[in-house]
Structures are given as structure tokens and as C-alpha cells.
T-cell receptor, first 113, second 114 residues
Framework: AQSVTQLGSHVSVSEGALVLLRCNYSSSVPPYLFWYVQYPNQGLQLLLKYTTGATLVKGINGFEAEFKKSETSFHLTKPSAHMSDAAEYFC???????????FGKGTRLSVIA | DVKVTQSSRYLVKRTGEKVFLECVQDMDHENMFWYRQDPGLGLRLIYF???????EKGDIPEGYSVSREKKERFSLILESASTNQTSMYLCASSLLQGRLETQYFGPGTRLLVL
């Protein structure tokens, strides 16, 4: 069965500092991986996704993630945090066939001025 | 832009009431999903639908049912609301079946059952 583990339910960074949100997955098939963001009082929106090809994926708002098969990881990074990045971030894996996404429990990012 | 709308942002109901949560998408998507979101538990799939009048159970279907009479509308029904169903409910849709399809989410309905 596919699963996603997000390390750290809450991450706090200073404005301008590096953002690193960790995601590890397990999958019995080549994984398709997603990061979604949820701003306060809103639904989720797609940040980026990895399917095949280049392992470094660039998303919206300056975020990127690198697929590392040997480490079964898909960590999300941004070089310089902005106050507007404060949100909850969800990693997800797409199982085989037509079953829906499997989401991690989420990581809440706080940005301190 | 894809738009997924949910009928209410906030809802307060009493234990035992029948509750309807409505979701409408305007992009002719085939797939629709209902999740509940709770602190520390992330998103948990309740039901999903790949076509009109079709439904599949997700991870936590107990106490819920769904209806999809039209392609654009997917309703979640709490037959007899209980306090442990107090939660944020999120609806999503995606264009086609398949692993690559992005899900588009509505803004959520925050339900309080007293």
C-alpha cells in the first residue's frame, strides 16, 4: 500500500530563511508525487507535481521539490521564505490504477518576521 | 480557471439532524471527491465518484452517504449527524481518471455538530 510521511507537523522559519518541508513515501509502483498548499480558510491548491523525467520539479511561488528514489523522498524547498508562505502544506502520492491520491498529514509552516 | 464551489462555508447542526453538503464544479470534470480534514490527521477520503450515479467508498465512509445525479454536482449526506462529525469538509474534482490528474479543491465547509 502507498503511504506518505511528512516529518514535522509544524515548521517555523524566519523571513528570508530557507524553507525545507520533508516528505517520504512508500509505493509499490513508480510514484507520482504532489505537493499541495492550503492557505488559511481556503481549499488546497497544487504547488507542483512529479511524474517522470527531471527529478527537480519547479512549482509556483518559488517552490521546488526533488525526487530522490534512493531515499524515497520528495522534500519541498524554497530559498527564501516570505510572510505569505505561511500555510499548511500537504505531500501526496498517486497509487497505481485509478485510485485517488494518498495524502500526508500535513505540515504547518509559520514565517516569523 | 476551474471552480469548485461548496454550498456553505460554515454550518451548525444539531445531533441527529440530516445534513446535506453540496459541491458543484464548472469544468465538466468526471471525478469528484469528498474529504474531511482534522488537525493532526490530514485529509481522509470519505467517498469519491468517477461518473454520474457511481460512487466508491473511501477510507472513512461510515456515517456518510453520497449522491451524484448530475455530472457537476456531488452531495455528501450525513444521515444522522453526530458530534464526532464536527470537521472541515473539502470537495475536490479532477478531469479524468488516471494518476496524473490534478485535483481541484473547493474552499471547504466547516461543520459544527452540537
Amino acid at each position: 500500500a502507498q503511504s506518505v510521511t511528512q516529518l514535522g507537523s509544524h515548521v517555523s522559519v524566519s523571513e528570508g530563511a530557507l524553507v525545507l518541508l520533508r516528505c517520504n513515501y512508500s509505493s509499490s509502483v513508480p510514484p507520482y508525487l504532489f505537493w499541495y498548499v492550503q492557505y488559511p480558510n481556503q481549499g488546497l491548491q497544487l504547488l507542483l507535481k512529479y511524474t517522470t523525467g527531471a527529478t527537480l520539479v519547479k512549482g509556483i511561488n518559488g517552490f521546488e521539490a526533488e525526487f530522490k528514489k534512493s531515499e524515497t523522498s520528495f522534500h519541498l524547498t524554497k530559498p527564501s521564505a516570505h510572510m505569505s508562505d505561511a500555510a499548511e502544506y500537504f505531500c501526496a502520492v498517486s497509487p497505481s490504477g485509478n485510485t485517488p491520491l494518498v495524502f500526508g498529514k500535513g505540515t504547518r509552516l509559520s514565517v516569523i518576521a | 480557471d476551474v471552480k469548485v464551489t461548496q454550498s456553505s462555508r460554515y454550518l451548525v447542526k444539531r445531533t441527529g439532524e440530516k445534513v446535506f453538503l453540496e459541491c458543484v464544479q464548472d469544468m465538466d470534470h468526471e471525478n469528484m471527491f469528498w474529504y474531511r480534514q482534522d488537525p493532526g490527521l490530514g485529509l481522509r477520503l470519505i467517498y469519491f465518484s468517477y461518473d454520474v450515479k457511481m460512487k466508491e467508498k473511501g477510507d472513512i465512509p461510515e456515517g456518510y452517504s453520497v449522491s451524484r445525479e448530475k455530472k457537476e454536482r456531488f452531495s455528501l449526506i450525513l444521515e444522522s449527524a453526530s458530534t464526532n462529525q464536527t470537521s472541515m469538509y473539502l470537495c475536490a474534482s479532477s478531469l479524468l481518471q488516471g494518476r496524473l490528474e490534478t485535483q481541484y479543491f473547493g474552499p471547504g465547509t466547516r461543520l459544527l455538530v452540537l
